[in-house]
């Protein structure tokens, strides 16, 4: 039995004012004994929401994504399954997408396929994600969960745009901290020679590994880090040393202190002020009443023209040397001090038991192999091996 003719009966029901015959012709019509053609559908305003002529449903979902990559609602505020709320609209989100490629990184490294969900970048994933790059798309890097992993799929996802129909750019970063993520699934073999129907006892299956690279921030503080950047079996230890030298600085001569006047030698590093000579730039007394008072972080001690050199115990700089002398003259002093100086140097040592090499900033260690010391600039770079 054939499809009534919706051609002819639609326009009649969008055109009758009869409440009664109205029903009559929807009922009339409204009956589906078979499959719709292609032009039955359009009759029912079907919509093609992949642009690919296939028409797929019948209204638009509310809420869903817009043409610009939006999550919106007509009403009410929504949560996507990927924690996206329709309350932000406007702001277009960079994911998620699917690419149609070859993967050149990451899970499917070789494989071409529908890869999904994608993301352009971190701040829309919660929890931990990895990372995957495309032949197609060379120097850029997407993100996907860990708790949703599709790799050159064979079946194109109907919930998601494809990253090619946005004008989104992929943030252009090649190693990024994460978690890396559980191994997918393991690979069967069988070999040429028969093995189909099994060996009784016997194991076909091959572990699969998976080789990341991911940079990790250095420690804060001096100790041992076990699983560092969540690297099961990866050690890192920090350690600090200190050493210090010290030096005698001088002889060091003042300007012309006026009496009364004081002026600033020396700093919290210096200490054992040693006072060599005084001089009176005003007149020829050298009485005992031209003199300076020189004060340190423990006390003060005066030193008169007619003093022989003289280390002054008054602690550590930095110092202040005022001119107390009586009659009023200018005077100069000249001075020793020693200076200490303390440098600091952090190392940072491997040990790596992660089962498989590693290689840290460029230098590869065995498994089993370690602590070894490692030159670091800025964040690790750790490559490493997982497997199943």
């Known amino acids: 039995m054939a499809n009534p003719d919706y051609a002819t009966l639609l326009p009649q029901i969008a055109t009758e004012t009869d409440a009664t015959k109205k029903q009559a012709l929807i009922d009339e019509c409204y009956q589906f004994t078979e499959e719709l053609t292609l032009e039955e559908k359009s009759l029912f ?159 076909d299956s091959t572990p699969t590994t998976t080789t990341q690279t991911v940079a990790v921030a250095l420690p804060s503080v001096d100790g041992t880090t076990n699983n560092y950047g969540n690297i099961t079996g990866l050690t890192i230890t920090r350690a600090t040393t200190t050493s210090s030298s010290s030096s005698q600085l001088g002889p060091y001569t003042t300007s012309t202190i006026a009496k009364g006047s004081t002026i600033y030698v020396g700093s919290s590093s210096d200490s054992n002020f040693l006072a060599n000579d005084l001089y009176n730039m005003t007149d020829d007394d050298t009485g005992s009443g031209v003199k300076v008072t020189v004060t340190g972080s423990s006390g003060s001690r005066d030193f008169t023209i007619q003093s022989s050199q003289s280390a002054l115990p008054i602690g550590s700089g930095s110092y202040t040397v005022t001119n107390t002398s009586n009659p009023n003259v200018g005077v100069r002093l000249k001075y020793y001090y020693t200076r200490t100086t303390s440098t600091s140097a952090t190392t940072y040592s491997f040990t790596n038991n992660t089962g498989y090499s590693a290689t840290i900033e460029g230098t590869t260690l065995a498994n089993g192999a370690g602590p070894t010391e490692i030159t670091i600039t800025g964040d690790v770079d750790v490559t490493y091996t997982t497997g199943s």
């Open 45 to 203: 305003s079907y919509f093609t929401p992949d642009n690919d002529n296939e028409l797929i449903d019948y209204v638009t979902d509310n809420p869903g994504l817009t043409n610009g990559n939006e999550y919106v609602s007509y009403v009410g505020d929504y949560y996507n399954q990927y924690g996206q709320s329709t309350n932000n609209t406007g702001n277009i989100f960079g994911g998620p997408f699917y690419i149609y490629g070859t993967g050149a990184s990451g899970f499917g490294t070789g494989s071409t396929g529908f890869f999904h969900p994608l993301y352009t970048s971190t701040e829309q994933i919660q929890g931990s994600y990895h990372v995957h790059t495309f032949v197609e798309y060379p120097g850029y890097s997407f993100y996907m969960p860990d708790t949703s992993m599709n790799h050159a799929v064979e079946t194109r996802p109907t919930d998601i745009f494809e990253y090619s129909d946005t004008t989104f750019t992929a943030t252009p970063t090649v190693v990024v901290e994460y978690t890396a993520p559980v191994q997918q699934e393991q690979q069967q073999q069988q070999d040429d020679s028969g093995d189909a129907g099994g060996d009784a006892g016997g194991d």
